[in-house]
């Protein structure tokens, strides 16, 4: 388990784009969570997502301005621990599914959508004190977050088949 938590942070240090309020793009951080838990299974999966989401807020957390502890706890729930510890689910789509590089690709989408959903969520909640008034909050968080999700997601996908190739096996 430390070796892959090794990796998702030396994976999440070598951002390619950083987003000025948060989140980035990098070399694919969470593909040893994907391929742990497809070999471990899903309680270890989500069980290694979660101690992510946490390292992750110990090591890289910036702390966003919020106004109570509910919003504190919203973003570290839904920003940290929530998408990564979907990602330990991925073993239900690789056992479902008869072709694996098939079932990777949809559990890096469906990774992808859970975050987005997250993180939309939980912009909304948090930043909606910060939006002047008639100004539509929804439309920016979603953009925002779309913008650095969907090429995360592009690029995760890219590198489990470089990485299928490279090695010969079905890790994706």
């Known amino acids: 388990m430390s070796v892959v938590l090794s990796l998702c942070m030396i994976l999440s240090f070598s951002p390619i784009f950083k987003m000025p309020l948060g989140g980035s793009i990098n070399l694919g951080e969470a593909l040893p969570i994907i391929f742990f838990s497809s070999k471990y299974g899903h309680k270890a999966g989500v069980n290694i997502g979660i101690l992510y989401g946490i390292l992750k807020i110990f090591i ?18 839904f920003d940290y621990i929530l998408p990564y510890a979907f990602l330990g689910f991925s073993p239900f789509f690789t056992f479902k599914i008869s072709n694996v590089n098939v079932s990777f690709a949809i559990i890096i989408f469906l990774s992808g959508l859970v975050k987005l959903v997250s993180t939309v969520f939980s912009g909304i909640y948090v930043w909606k004190q910060y939006v002047p008034s008639g100004e539509l909050i929804f439309p920016f968080v979603l953009l925002y977050n779309l913008s650095y999700i969907l090429p995360q997601s592009i690029i995760n996908l890219i590198l489990c088949f470089v990485i299928d190739k490279i090695f010969k096996k079905s890790f994706c």
Request: net charge neutral; charged share 0%; proline share 11%.
């Open 60 to 77: 890289s957390f910036n702390l966003p301005p919020t106004q109570s502890f509910l919003c504190f706890f919203i973003v570290i729930l």
